[in-house]
């Protein structure tokens, strides 16, 4: 006797939640387009590359908004003809490219901080000191808007790491225009974008590494798949647990597939409701798809699934 599959879509909600994160989204991107265009003029005049690179940054950190709102959008739509699963994973895809913005953008600063250590070009110190102090304030308010928004969505989480590593952009500009006017040291503008492109490429590195476990249908962080099959055995009936499969479908939602053989007189349906629910409750995976069948019916398909697979969890 087979089951069917049960769907459950009780992940994060594109209803009120989500327009409350545009919402925020928003509020983010006015502040930083407002500010970006007099920190860029006022980086031109003081010749500052911490300004100028804290202006670029607020660039990419207005794209990243841009692009979140975007996917946010492209992910509501509901499922429906060659997309069964919807398009929850665009989210994903504009983390990824987040991810790869920032560290595409570490690259050039990088370059352009090491050749002002070698050739340092004058730098007006007060004129960084105050832009940047303005800027922090900028990013402090665009960050806590952020993070008022759902950030276990990795589109979210993208746009706040932007968000993040230029508040500490600016922090450092700040502290380069303080050692300028102090000691005159201009070097200092190069150090400080130094420090500012570490934090963008340790921040870039964990936006590709989950954006990329979930593109690839990797188990969720923290799902253990063999912790998850041993499990499944503790629910009344079950006796093989096997052909297991649990992947991502984005940031948040995570999915489930796997044969399940009980024993009898056990009733194949009270079994798979019982281990959706314990699905639920202990893992929070509610989207499963469970074939359960009686013991000894499909020896042939548990043998070749053996070979197939790898482990197979039995009582």
């Not at 006022?42 to 979140?68: E, F, P």
């Not at 990088?110 to 102090?133: I, Q, S």
């Not at 952020?146 to 276990?152: E, F, L, M, P, T």
Request: net charge negative; glycine share 8%.
């Amino acid at each position: 006797m087979r089951e069917h599959e049960h769907h459950d879509h009780d992940g994060h909600s594109h209803g009120v939640s989500a327009d409350a994160d545009r919402r925020w989204l928003a509020v983010a991107l006015a502040v930083i387009a407002g500010f970006m265009l007099v920190e860029v003029a006022v980086g031109v005049v003081a010749q500052s590359l911490a300004l100028i690179s804290d202006a670029a940054h607020m660039l990419t950190d207005a794209a990243a908004i841009v692009l979140a709102l975007f996917a946010m959008r492209i992910a509501a739509r509901p499922a429906g003809g060659r997309y069964t699963f919807g398009l929850a994973r665009a989210e994903v895809l504009s983390a990824a490219v987040n991810g790869l913005s920032l560290l595409l953008l570490a690259g050039w600063l990088g370059v352009e901080a090491v050749g002002r250590l070698a050739d340092p070009p004058p730098v007006t110190g007060w004129m960084v000191v105050v832009t940047g102090v303005l800027g922090l304030a900028v990013n402090v308010v665009a960050a806590w808007a952020i993070s008022r928004a759902n950030r276990a969505s990795l589109n979210i989480e993208g746009a706040y790491q932007h968000v993040l590593m230029d508040m500490f952009a600016s922090v450092a500009a700040v502290a380069a225009g303080a050692v300028v006017m102090l000691t005159g040291w201009v070097r200092a503008d190069a150090v400080a974008t130094l420090v500012v492109v570490a934090l963008m490429v340790k921040g870039a590195w964990r936006l590709l590494r989950e954006s990329g476990r979930v593109l690839l249908n990797a188990a969720p962080t923290h799902v253990r798949p063999d912790d998850l099959g041993t499990d499944m055995l503790t629910v009344e009936g079950v006796v093989e647990v096997h052909d297991l499969h649990v992947w991502a479908l984005d940031g948040e939602q995570a999915a489930l597939s796997a044969h399940v053989l009980v024993g009898e007189p056990a009733d194949c349906h009270e079994v798979r409701h019982a281990l959706e629910r314990r699905l639920a409750a202990a893992h929070g995976i509610r989207h499963t798809t469970l074939q359960v069948d009686h013991f000894g019916e499909q020896s042939a398909d548990v043998e070749h699934c053996e070979v197939a697979h790898g482990q197979v969890h039995r009582r």
